[in-house]
């Protein structure tokens, strides 16, 4: 199937956030060749005060728009901001990621700057993907914004103004492709689709279809059984796996680490990985070191899609595993290595990719209770 040309593939925005920062901050200059007026600032200026939970909204009215701005206080070390939006009454600081991730910038720091003279000030973290997990060190308290809201509102604003589009015909064809990038994800399935295309594939035995390397001959040969669709659907899903796994490891780097520290005591209780291949490719491992109090120096893991159906139902090494007649494989599955068990949790992949609260302690709970079914054995 032919691909839609889309100038943000061109472009490879998921590696240059810059060109990302460049752009919205073409759309919040109300003076900008957009032709847009105020139309996108009052739609960024509702986000922020539908996530504000203080009784104070910021006026819509005008703003300056200013790129890659220290924050810092002179003679302190540089921490720059991708965005900031001003007047003489409020400030926004606009730190733009593809993650909800502060990623090193502090933010009392962004704070302090919105409200230096006195003026009403936020912290904003836009992104492509919210995940709260990552939002650590005061970032928690950032007013998160996603590319996705903020284009689908720009975009029911001006596919229903004929004028605007005829007068504007360049702006809207690029408004066009970040509705096709950012909202429609290029056309192809909604990712909650693509997991339950995954979880489909592991029940009728197909998943070890991942387990090969040269996944464009994988794919082809799966074409050709289920045609073109089934194709889009097989490597969309690869790529919605890998982000399943980028956010399980962020949350067990993070939270999941933090809650099995408490639990067991001792310093530092886990070494997190994630450097399987093949059919395990789909696994986070958190080791447990020797030496902390009734671990025994045991190696979890959390597995899921493929690698779990692989581990329950194919791989003869495990031992205990989950019964096929109440099997799911749209959960995550944690494993003792120590002595070959499987547990499936009741976190789901959804919940996993829209990123689990920091408080969720299921993983933890379901970790620790294997830890000490092992202790008792």
Known sequence: MDQKFNVFDVMHHGTHERQISNVFG????????????????????????????????????SYRVRQ?????????????????????????????????DGHGHAYERYLDFSRREGRQG?????????????????????LVLTYSRLIDRLYDAVRDDPNYQQENSDSYSFIQQMHRKFVRSGGLMEKRDVLRFITAMCDTGEAKRYQTRRQDEAAEEFASDLAVQAREQFVEGREVLQGVKNRLRAFAEGPLKRQVR?????APTCKVGANLQGIYQWTITVDVS????GSGGSHVQLKFGPTAWYANERDPC???TVDLEIVNYSYVFVTLVDVLMIRQTTVTLEEVLDGLDPDDCRLHDEIIRLLEMNSKA
């Open 26 to 61: 073409w759309l919040l200059d109300s003076g900008g060749s957009h032709d847009l007026h105020d139309r996108f600032i009052r739609i960024f200026i509702d986000e922020v005060n539908a996530a504000c939970t203080g009784p104070s909204p910021f006026d819509y009215g």
């Open 68 to 100: 890659e701005v220290n924050t810092g206080s002179v003679g302190d070390p540089a921490d720059i901001a991708d965005l900031v939006l001003e007047n003489q009454d409020a400030s926004l600081v606009v730190e733009n990621y593809f993650i909800s």
């Open 122 to 142: 936020a912290v904003v973290l836009l992104c492509r993907d919210e995940d709260r997990s990552r939002q650590t060190s005061g970032w928690d308290k950032a």
């Open 262 to 266: 408490e639990t067991l005591g001792g």
């Open 290 to 293: 020797e030496g902390v109090a």
């Open 318 to 320: 495990w031992k205990s």
